[in-house]
């Protein structure tokens, strides 16, 4: 006779998130190249946000507040592509994110329009530091360009 005895949900729900994060790790796997090209200078004027102080970085915090752009590529079956990135930052926290595509390739137009229109949701309100995308609204090799990105401007920023 075969004995078996229930799993708790929490303990399935735990191994099941498990594998889902191994998942996501090796999806975000690709190769990716980035030129940084900032185009904007720590805003000096006026504060991001409410929260902090006009170009100058929070107690502790690691990066400058402003606005930051870096274009990412990525490479696809067919055709290397490029995105550019520009996020504001405020006391290490992204409060807004742009990013434009220049797809050569009907494909690319298509996933780089869904990761475009998902990667607000993914990385507003979060710090800097704690973001690295693999697959947004479908889209994983557009992550690698958009990654990327944000390490260029990371170095940009840094305090």
């Given at each position: 006779m075969?004995?078996t005895t229930?799993?708790?949900?929490?303990?399935r729900?735990?191994?099941?998130?498990?594998?889902v994060?191994?998942?996501v790790?090796?999806?975000g796997?690709?190769?990716?190249?980035?030129?940084?090209?900032?185009?904007?200078?720590?805003?000096k004027?006026?504060?991001?946000?409410?929260t902090?102080a006009?170009g100058?970085?929070?107690?502790?915090?690691?990066?400058?507040?402003?606005?930051y752009?870096?274009?990412?590529s990525?490479?696809?079956?067919?055709s290397v592509?490029?995105i550019?990135?520009?996020?504001?930052l405020?006391?290490d926290?992204?409060?807004?994110?742009e990013?434009?595509?220049?797809?050569t390739?009907?494909?690319?137009?298509?996933y780089?329009?869904?990761?475009?229109?998902?990667?607000?949701?993914?990385v507003?309100?979060?710090?800097i530091?704690e973001?690295?995308?693999?697959?947004?609204?479908?889209?994983s090799?557009?992550s690698?360009?958009?990654?990327?990105?944000?390490d260029?401007?990371?170095?940009?920023?840094?305090?």
């Amino acid at each position: 006779m075969i004995r078996t005895t229930a799993v708790p949900r929490s303990v399935r729900a735990g191994a099941a998130a498990a594998s889902v994060l191994g998942m996501v790790a090796l999806a975000g796997c690709s190769a990716t190249t980035s030129d940084a090209t900032p185009t904007a200078a720590p805003d000096k004027t006026s504060a991001p946000s409410s929260t902090g102080a006009a170009g100058s970085s929070a107690s502790g915090a690691a990066y400058k507040n402003g606005t930051y752009s870096a274009d990412g590529s990525y490479s696809t079956p067919e055709s290397v592509e490029k995105i550019s990135v520009t996020v504001t930052l405020a006391n290490d926290v992204i409060t807004k994110v742009e990013v434009k595509g220049t797809p050569t390739k009907r494909e690319s137009q298509q996933y780089q329009g869904q990761f475009i229109g998902g990667i607000s949701s993914e990385v507003v309100g979060k710090k800097i530091d704690e973001i690295s995308v693999s697959r947004v609204a479908g889209s994983s090799l557009t992550s690698g360009g958009f990654n990327k990105a944000i390490d260029e401007i990371k170095v940009e920023a840094k305090a």
